[in-house]
């Protein structure tokens, strides 16, 4: 979304940004000036006074287009069509654990209840695309793919002093890191990385010399991690320095990216990392398989399987030049398959489809 509203011609579209709850610290990385932010502090659980004040605010500003994502805000095109929003978009970029494969029955009934409310649907995967259709009943007509962008000039390989961000002893030559970066939420499953690295150390106790592990981010299984590390006596090989601010120097001193998700729509961060010539590891879940061309650009791993993972880990050990070789042909992965300007294109494309189709003007 960020990168939307950096990127959409500002003589087309404005844009507000609503949040449920409040507005986090991404709004820094939002460089237009023109952009209205609005906070519904909705409590924990249903709360009919946020539709309320959602309906009164759409009211008042009359958007042409009503863009919600995922389902935690999917209610919001009830509110939006109460309120005579013109054009209502909703966008799916991947499932949390409480319904990771789309199957609970209370959700896919409210999806399809709300299906016809909704003028046109964004997927942001092959794989999201064709439950929507398959499994909510979604027509073809009103499905829109459009893959995720990354910023190939902002995401880019390290020209000089790569391990800066790192602690001091992450740093030496023979020195493999692999990291991960994001919420450590239950579906983020950082904790599943971590057993990977343990049970590899273990296996070879050659490489508690070697092998160092960042996990980067906040969230519940940051706790989870540090007691896997200390049972282990892995504390001192891996750095958990929470959310930090400075991601794309983070990932250019990573020698392995690994994203061991339960799943995922399209990873930015996958992304992100293969624009900066980092190698990739990921579970084989979701959108993961789309992104990453398994032993070419990085591995797909079994989502669970730890001697799997701690096999591919130890890999980058052996063959020293395999990171190299990997990252290379990420980054021209990124910049050939994934470009920023695409995915801007495939917003707006249907962004004008449903203005036209709706009769919206500009207001």
């Not at 935690?72 to 991947?94: D, M």
């Not at 499953?189 to 508690?208: H, K, N, S, Y």
């Not at 050939?336 to 449903?354: E, H, K, L, N, T």
């Amino acid at each position: 979304m960020v990168n939307l509203l950096n990127r959409l011609p500002r003589d087309r579209y404005r844009h507000a940004v609503i949040a449920l709850t409040r507005i986090s610290d991404f709004r820094e990385r939002v460089e237009r000036d023109d952009v209205e932010w609005v906070e519904l502090r909705q409590p924990k659980g249903n709360d009919f006074g946020t539709h309320r004040t959602l309906y009164r605010w759409l009211r008042n500003r009359r958007p042409a287009i009503l863009h919600t994502r995922n389902l935690a805000t999917l209610e919001g095109q009830i509110t939006g069509r109460l309120a005579g929003v013109p054009g209502r978009i909703h966008g799916e970029h991947g499932r949390d654990v409480h319904d990771l494969h789309g199957t609970t029955r209370r959700y896919r009934w409210f999806r399809k209840l709300v299906n016809p409310m909704i003028h046109r649907h964004i997927a942001v995967s092959v794989d999201l695309t064709r439950w929507l259709e398959r499994d909510i009943g979604v027509p073809a007509s009103r499905l829109i793919h459009i893959m995720n962008g990354v910023d190939t000039v902002r995401f880019a390989p390290p020209s000089a002093n790569a391990r800066a961000p790192l602690p001091p002893d992450f740093a030496d030559d023979d020195i493999r890191v692999i990291g991960t970066v994001g919420r450590m939420q239950e579906v983020k499953a950082q904790t599943f990385l971590t057993r990977g690295f343990v049970r590899m150390i273990e296996r070879r106790p050659d490489l508690r010399r070697k092998a160092r592990l960042v996990l980067v981010g906040d969230g519940p299984l940051k706790a989870d991690c540090e007691r896997l590390l200390d049972a282990a006596d892995a504390r001192a090989l891996a750095w958990l320095p929470g959310t930090r601010g400075d991601i794309p120097d983070i990932l250019r001193a990573l020698d392995v990216f690994v994203l061991p998700s339960l799943n995922e729509g399209i990873s930015n961060t996958i992304l992100e990392a293969m624009a900066t010539g980092c190698p990739v590891v990921a579970t084989a879940v979701g959108g993961n398989v789309e992104l990453v061309d398994d032993g070419r650009t990085g591995f797909l791993t079994p989502s669970g399987d730890v001697d799997a993972l701690a096999d591919v880990l130890a890999r980058f050990f052996d063959d020293p030049g395999l990171g190299a070789r990997l990252g290379g042909e990420a980054r021209l992965r990124a910049t050939q398959r994934f470009s920023m300007d695409a995915m801007v294109r495939g917003y707006m494309d249907a962004y004008d489809a449903v203005l036209a189709s709706t009769g919206a003007g500009p207001q």
